[in-house]
């Protein structure tokens, strides 16, 4: 073993009992008492509801999300999650009981998820848009037809397509492919609305709107004839009846497994549910245009038009290793996520190998916490691998052993599963909720399920999103964890792990990766990247490889302005956007003024708050935080002309004139 220095020896000697009978001098318990691991948090896996704040506060709001709890299952929580992601704060929620003349007339504006209401509550809405204000409905009961300009027709399209019609103003800059939606959709005849999007099939278009809007007496509303929130949901998370049934032909469960027939193979390039949430939110700045300018925050730090989320696997991969790949992220100015699989070590090897670590004699094959220390304090992300396939919960109580009885811990808040596998529908997710987990990168782009019939492979968007957004369970409610996509994986272009992969040269594989990254700039969508670390402990041409590759995606993504940062720290971001407030919204049609108060807890990098440039009769003329002006950008954003102002931490008191 060498020669000890003194100071070595002596620290060896006073941990030289590492049983629990011999563990008396200098320390020597507290380290066997360590090996043992920290116990989990063990947490409720839910988020808090969205209606928390119920009666609803005096805070100036423009926007009242009601949650309709008689949807079957009730969606109204994470129609707040879709309106929190796509960047609309400036709401309050509340139930049914909120359904009352006094209390509508205080917003501008009305959302209301679906679910069958009585005719009170219709006349209620009635009196409320005929007054002025804007409603606008998910699959609302066909006896309210007449509010929205149209007529029930006999019939339903269920698990078809929509169309976004360009030839309407809310309409402009979207996909012109017809997109999948989940569901059911009402069949309507126009009576007075427009159009926004027509039900279609996969090529044709349907006689029947999937989107309107309508004038009805002073006010406007808007009607989605199927349930837009149970659609994404869906889109998202997959076909819940495809649970627990191996469809791919690879062993053991995976998350895209739910997906098989469930997603039009031909429509991978296109962020489905993400293009109906921009919808939605569309409408919601539309219809509140001649209003109010209603501010939205952007998706990505410092108004970046992307990210790429950087992630890898190591399984027990040596300390080098994993430095190959960190100096080339640190290279081009990011951070990344190590997902690590320690060995399943006993206690006593545990012990031993901390001992080393104690005394100043790492083992250079072995991660030690110093390592991990070290990596952490340059930013980076070090978590969790487990292997589940003993069981979920059997695998995660086993390897939160390990990884904390190595000195690893915390363990941080974003994981991936070791060969992603996943149980049930969600169970997966909400195990790791209960462990404290807050992102989960489980859904995977990886299997033959992603070749066309005619030998094609296709890349993209199989949730629908590259967008971070929590989880749903079968009864609606929400978890408290985030589902981000993995849609660029190296096993899926250079890798080995799979009999039928497809092994792309790297020039082809960069390419694809490269158009991936592309694709992500214009949908305006976080890339999360998967690259094995285990390659660079391999040697040789698979070293060679994996770094070709790697370089020339980190490249792409720093060419392009896109941040390149680990899972933790996108989460960290993700998470305060959300917690932004937008309250005490006033405009003052006389001085064309906006008035608002936004709460911007500490970020990782800047927000940025997006206003429209225009509103009837005036455009954008001066911003300022605190009575000082501030500069603002300019520019349109899928064919809607926005002004883009970078915001600071802390409470800010905001003015917007247009002249």
Not at 9 to 27: E, R
Not at 167 to 184: K, M, N, S
Request: hydrophobic letters at 40%; one cysteine or more.
């Amino acid at each position: 073993m060498g020669s000890f220095t003194r100071r070595q020896f002596l620290k060896m000697s006073g941990a030289a009992g590492l049983t629990v009978a011999m563990a008396g001098a200098f320390g020597g318990y507290r380290l066997w008492e360590d090996t043992g691991g920290r116990p989990p948090p063990l947490r409720s896996p839910f988020a808090e509801p969205p209606d928390r704040r119920w009666p609803l506060s005096d805070g100036e709001a423009p926007i009242l999300l009601i949650l309709n709890e008689r949807g079957s299952p009730p969606g109204g929580a994470f129609l707040a999650e879709i309106l929190r992601t796509e960047g609309l704060n400036a709401f309050q929620s509340a139930s049914r009981a909120a359904m009352r003349p006094e209390i509508l007339e205080r917003f501008p504006m009305v959302v209301l998820s679906t679910g069958a209401l009585d005719t009170v509550e219709g006349e209620v809405l009635r009196r409320y848009v005929a007054q002025g204000g804007c409603l606008v409905a998910i699959r609302p009961p066909r006896h309210l037809a007449d509010l929205f300009g149209l007529e029930p027709v006999a019939g339903e399209t269920a698990e078809g397509y929509v169309r976004i019609r360009e030839d309407h103003p809310l309409g402009r800059g979207f996909p012109r492919e017809t997109l999948q939606f989940h569901g059911v959709a009402d069949h309507y005849r126009l009576s007075g609305a427009e159009a926004i999007a027509s039900l279609a099939g996969k090529t044709g278009d349907l006689p029947f709107p999937a989107v309107t809007l309508h004038r009805f007496g002073e006010g406007k509303a808007g009607l989605w004839a199927f349930d837009l929130v149970g659609s994404i949901v869906r889109t998202r998370q997959g076909n819940p009846a495809m649970s627990h049934q191996e469809r791919d032909g690879l062993h053991g469960l995976r998350a895209h497994e739910l997906f098989d027939g469930w997603i039009d193979l031909d429509r991978l390039g296109i962020p489905q549910a993400d293009v109906l949430m921009r919808l939605l939110s569309r409408m919601i700045t539309g219809m509140l245009l001649d209003r109010l300018p209603l501010p939205r925050l952007w998706y990505f730090p410092e108004g970046a038009p992307a990210i790429l989320v950087a992630t890898g696997d190591a399984h027990n991969t040596p300390p080098p290793a994993v430095e190959e790949v960190l100096r080339r992220v640190e290279k081009r100015g990011g951070t990344f996520s190590v997902y690590y699989a320690p060995l399943s070590r006993d206690r006593l090897q545990r012990a031993w190998h901390r001992l080393l670590d104690w005394i100043d004699r790492p083992a250079g094959h072995v991660v030690l916490p110093e390592h991990v220390r070290s990596w952490r304090a340059r930013g980076h992300e070090f978590g969790i691998h487990p292997y589940v396939e003993e069981g979920l919960e059997a695998g995660w109580r086993r390897y939160w052993e390990v990884f904390t009885g190595m000195g690893y811990g915390p363990v941080p808040p974003t994981v991936r599963t070791h060969r992603v596998l996943w149980s049930g529908w969600v169970e997966t997710a909400r195990v790791q909720a209960t462990y404290g987990i807050r992102m989960n990168l489980d859904f995977y782009h990886v299997g033959p399920m992603f070749r066309k019939a005619d030998g094609e492979w296709v890349f993209g968007y199989f949730t629908g999103s590259g967008l971070p957004m929590r989880f749903v369970d079968e009864e609606g409610r929400v978890l408290d964890i985030y589902q981000q996509l993995t849609a660029l994986v190296d096993e899926q272009l250079i890798g080995w792990t799979w009999p039928q992969a497809p092994r792309f040269p790297v020039s082809t594989a960069l390419d694809i990766s490269r158009a991936l990254i592309r694709n992500a700039v214009e949908q305006s969508e976080a890339l999360a990247l998967q690259a094995h670390v285990d390659p660079f402990a391999i040697g040789g041409e698979a070293a060679e490889t994996q770094a070709r590759w790697l370089e020339g995606v980190l490249d792409e993504a720093a060419g392009r302005g896109i941040p390149i940062w680990s899972a933790q720290r996108w989460l960290e971001f993700v998470e305060a956007r959300e917690r932004t407030e937008l309250e005490a919204l006033r405009w003052d049609p006389e001085s064309r003024t906006l008035h608002l108060r936004v709460t911007a807890p500490p970020v990782p990098s800047r927000l940025t708050m997006a206003l429209p440039l225009e509103v009837p009769g005036g455009r954008l003329s001066e911003v300022q935080i605190h009575g000082a002006s501030v500069p603002h950008s300019e520019w349109s954003w899928q064919g809607f002309p926005y002004a883009w102002i970078p915001l600071p931490s802390g409470i800010l008191q905001i003015s917007v004139r247009y002249a």
